[in-house]
């Protein structure tokens, strides 16, 4: 998900692009047909650097951890990063560093991080599954977990 700089520096108030989870390398994470949709704006600007804020989001089609059945999921995330337009020792080493001359800002590594951080690690398809019956193998509809 990649930004010109330029635009994102001179634009008031947000920008929107869209993508997709095989496009962010995400196909491990779960199926999506939802886009993936990310708004972006500059806060604190300084001669060292900048910050982009945004809200990342979108659905992801996991297994349930109980009955294995397809569980859909919204995923909403903050993203938050710094931009360091010169080499400073002090920025850690999250912030994205741009290179002179660099015109083009990519978000893939925040907005993935945002994306998994956002789903839960124990994934129910309803509060009330039973899971799958130890005998047969089925989903277990007569007992409540």
Request: charged share 25%.
């Amino acid at each position: 998900m990649k930004f010109p700089l330029g635009e994102l520096l001179e634009t008031i108030g947000p920008l929107y692009t869209e993508s997709n989870l095989g496009d962010l390398g995400m196909t491990e994470v779960g199926k999506s047909e939802a886009p993936v949709t990310l708004e972006v704006s500059v806060k604190d600007r300084h001669s060292s650097g900048f910050r982009v804020e945004g809200i990342v989001k979108t659905e992801l089609t996991l297994p349930c951890d109980r009955c294995l059945g397809a569980t859909t999921l919204h995923a909403s995330a903050v993203i938050d990063v710094w931009v360091a337009t010169e080499d400073q020792p002090e920025y850690d080493d999250d912030a994205i560093r741009l290179a002179p001359g660099e015109n083009e800002i990519a978000l893939d590594g925040p907005v993935r991080e945002a994306i998994l951080l956002a789903t839960p690690s124990k994934i129910v398809c309803r509060e009330n599954c039973a899971g799958l019956c130890p005998q047969c193998g089925q989903e277990d509809r007569k007992s409540v977990v």
